[in-house]
């Protein structure tokens, strides 16, 4: 296979580790825990993993010696770049409790473990990976791990292969799944430990034990980049506004963030539309507004940040979406029978009146997009609609019923962008180089501490890596119930961009200012060599927010 020098070079790149990490480590337990809601509930769900103290690693005295150990390995869900260091850092983690144990990668995600289709990763295959991008060393896979059946097919490859604990690398939904497993596994007494990772680039697994998932800083420095371009090519060729959409299908982080890197004239946060109740036509007119206020100023140019999960946070598309899913589910073979073109009106007509009315005002596409299948969580998938199309067109219209009443003077001319797939999969920086492995090396250590039910934890992470704090969580602490498909279930509490935290208010103090004046900022492309400033920052988001805990 052919490699770019920039491939070759990373190859050998050494991640850095907690100082804790290294050589003769001990683990420390605190208090036990309570969940962050509903701890009745949760307590009496997870009997045997509820409760558990926070643990972390501190430096040991005593070397111990540990028999081979097989550990199982599972990506799932949407790629994070960093997910091959995690890999990487549960390999060398068991190879350094023995050099005999062995790392089974289960292939496309947990279906691989169901249908048990599995590799063996070896120091060969896992070299090729170290400090790249991607999931494409075993695949990822959405397949939802939820029922006994699942957990009792995987079990018998798990022992056939004797595998004693099982690494599942995900996002909230995943990481309930391995909480549920680790539970069932326990009270089975099936003899396997189940730990998660943090992974996501939407940045919505977080929380005061969990500082951020992996992925989140590489990807949004990808889309910053790239942003920061369009702004100096609009700035150039100043004719264009750029409605540029982000992926993060429930959160605004990545958009925030992004804000943040870049100071665009606009970014919209789907969480304040929903806090102040705003209508699509609301979000529409502030943007007209804006357009309107820069071309007075002679600017017919500039640039808009979408968050891809928008249309579920304006309530009114809320309700409508909700009315959807709840008619697709119930009537699916139905509507797919129906001929593609008569489809929309045929959904028009089963829907309440209210609901209706706003259906019919969506262009074509939009309306088309929102009746497509959903993920198997029962999400729409918010990456399919178009809503940066949605927005410039009906900004369009609304800027032509301004200049006819006389508000509005200036050219519109638009480009779309949607950025998602663009940085999932890039090369991780060395934050996310570093973290990732040291949240797989923190894994192997819960594994050898004989740890269930807790998700690898490596906090501090603004201070020097060497300084970092390693070690695990138990998932049942970020649990509360809520209503999923009609049924209270217990999941972790998804983190959204909080309209009271550090970096939206950050953001919110300037981004007036932004709207009217040109104040971008280009952030360039990721360092991964050079000097510590420029290769080694973390995002602004986590910056701010760790700034305010310790003014806490
Ligand atoms: P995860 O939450 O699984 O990490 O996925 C994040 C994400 O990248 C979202 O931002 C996006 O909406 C979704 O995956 C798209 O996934 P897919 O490519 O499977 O449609």
Known sequence: MTKSALQIARAVYVPKVPKTLKGIVKIQEGEPTQSVSDPEAIKKLFPNTYGMPIVKFVEGTEKKQYAPINVGVILSGGQAPGGHNVIAGIFDGIKALHPESRLYG??????????????????????????????????????????????????????QLKISALVIIGGDDSNTNACVLAEYYAQTGAGVQVIGCPKTIDGDLKNEMIETSFGFDTACKVYSEVIGNIQRDCNSARKYWHFIKLMGRSASHIALECALQVQPNICIISEEVEAQNKSLDDVIQYVADVVAQRAANGNNFGTVLIPEGLIEFIPAMKKLINELNDYLAQNEDEFKRIKRSHQRAHIIDKLSAENSKIYASLPETVARQLTLDRDPHGNVQVSLIETEKLLAEMVGKRLAEMAKEGKYVGKFATQVHFFGYEGRCAAPSNYDADYCYSLGYTAAGLISSGKTGYMSSVRNTTAPASEWIAGGVPITMMMNMERRHGELKPVIQKALVKLNGGPFKVFAGQRDAWAVNTDYVYPGPIQYFGPTEVCDQPTKTLQIEQEELLQK
């Open 106 to 159: 289960f292939i496309l995600g947990p279906g691989g473990l169901i249908d048990h289709k599995y590799m063996e990763l070896t120091s060969d295959i896992i070299d090729e990976y170290r400090n790249t991008g991607g999931f494409d060393i075993i695949g990822s896979g959405r397949t939802k791990l939820e029922t006994k059946e699942q957990f009792d097919k995987g079990l018998a490859i798990l022992k």
